[in-house]
């Protein structure tokens, strides 16, 4: 695996900095968030998808108390296959989701991933999403254009990059930039890491900024270096 230019330390206040900073969208009416989580499931990622479907339990253990959270599952894999699952309002209905799907080889379809947030955002109000993957095949202008599409909805991205590929890192982060969210890259070695990082943004979209303050003084960790960047900024 590719050696990545900066320390685990500096992309994780970089990341941190960036949730600090992203803007509070006003709670769904209904009450909690909205959360679509997207990943690549093509076949480069079999490796990481399991340990990936046991973190992702931890984004509802801390925003019962703020009226919950519901994360739709979005993976694409083989040929020309994209699919949404049911929006899931606990970790138990997630995990089954994702234990069904299988890797299969393929090509990236983020475009897709985005063409489907923004309708989905129009049904009802979408807070984050978050995309989880290692390489980018497509057209980079394109991707930049729906990424400023999410940004104008409000609907940052938040993109954890597996591995070092330089080719999809340059998009990546254009991409969170665009859409106003933020980029962390990640490895097998940083399973606890991206723990803290995915529940922080469920965090997020669930409560905003104010919420995320206090779980970051009550978790530590990344989490609590996310409240040194926001000390005195409450949403």
Same mark, same amino acid.
């Given at each position: ?145 729906? /990424?400023? *599409? @999410?940004?104008? !909805?409000?609907?940052? +991205?938040? #993109?954890?990059?597996? =591995? &070092? ?25 940083? /399973?606890? *890491? @991206?723990?803290? !990082?995915?529940?922080? +943004?469920? #965090?997020?979209?669930? =409560? &905003? ?27």
């Amino acid at each position: 695996m590719a050696k990545l230019p900066t320390s685990k330390t500096d992309d994780v206040a970089q990341f941190l900095k960036k949730v600090a900073k992203t803007p509070v969208r006003p709670a769904n009416a209904t009450g909690g968030g909205r959360l679509v989580f997207a990943m690549d499931a093509t076949a480069s990622r079999e490796p990481s998808w399991d340990q990936a479907s046991q973190i992702q339990g931890d984004m509802f253990s801390e925003t019962s108390v703020l009226g919950g959270l519901e994360v739709q599952l979005v993976y694409y894999r083989g040929y020309g296959e994209c699919r949404a699952s049911k929006w899931a309002a606990s970790a138990v209905d997630l995990l089954r989701l994702m234990t069904g799907v299988r890797c299969l080889g393929g090509r990236t379809q983020i475009a897709k991933v985005f063409a489907h947030t923004i309708k989905e955002n129009k049904r009802r109000a979408v807070n984050a999403l978050v995309f989880v993957g290692d390489a980018m095949e497509e057209d980079i202008d394109d991707l930049c254009h729906q /990424a400023g *599409q @999410l940004g104008l !909805l409000k609907v940052p +991205v938040f #993109v954890f990059h597996e =591995g &070092g590929d330089p080719i999809a890192a340059n998009a990546f982060r254009q991409i969170a930039r665009l859409s106003g969210g933020a980029y962390c890259p990640f490895d097998a070695s940083s /399973a606890r *890491q @991206l723990r803290e !990082l995915l529940s922080a +943004v469920a #965090v997020y979209a669930a =409560g &905003g900024r104010r919420a995320l303050l206090d779980y970051g003084e009550k978790t530590g960790g990344a989490a609590l270096r996310l409240t040194h960047q926001i000390a005195g900024t409450r949403g």
